[in-house]
């Protein structure tokens, strides 16, 4: 069965398609088979991926369309094609959300902060009292990432070297970790 990752936040650009269309293009990039739903009606995740497979040498994320059926049926169609399904959801809790959440075996919530870092280690402080899970990679506010992306690339395929390749990198890593028996017993 794939490996499915719901990316959630009700607030709207707290960078949800950034990190979804980063890190699909990142596991695909080690190999792993990787499909994108896109439940977010600007449709901006199925604009990247749209983009990127026009582009020569990208890592290929498949796109799942068939947006006139349920999530369930379109996950139950990529679960034999895919190691690794992304969501990408609209900024809501509403029932699209919440069915992609239910389905999801890693949920990432990304949080856009003000520069001011005490706000940021004050709510680091609240996730660690209240025992919420924290990634070890944190995703700066970087141009790069929107640049690339409207190229339908990544911060790594453009700037291989800079911040925000790494921080991806980071987070990938972090992710293959979370998910590793069930890619590594579905790639054997």
Known sequence: ?????????????????????????????????????????????????????????????????????????????????????????PPSAGRYVAGAMRAADLILAPMQLSPRARIADLIREKMVESRLPLARAEIGGRAVFAESLAAGLTAGETDPSGPGAREIDRLTDHVADLAGPRLQARRA
């Open 1 to 89: 069965m794939a490996f499915v990752i719901t990316v959630a936040q009700r607030k709207g650009g707290a960078g949800k398609t950034t990190l979804a269309a980063h890190l699909s293009a990142a596991l695909a990039g080690r190999g792993f088979a990787v499909a994108a739903i896109d439940l977010d009606e600007q449709q901006s995740f199925t604009a990247w991926a749209r983009r990127r497979l026009r582009q020569a040498g990208a890592a290929p994320v498949a796109l799942d369309e068939e947006m006139r059926f349920s999530l369930g049926y379109r996950l139950a169609k990529l679960q034999d094609r895919a190691d690794v399904v992304i969501i990408d959801t």
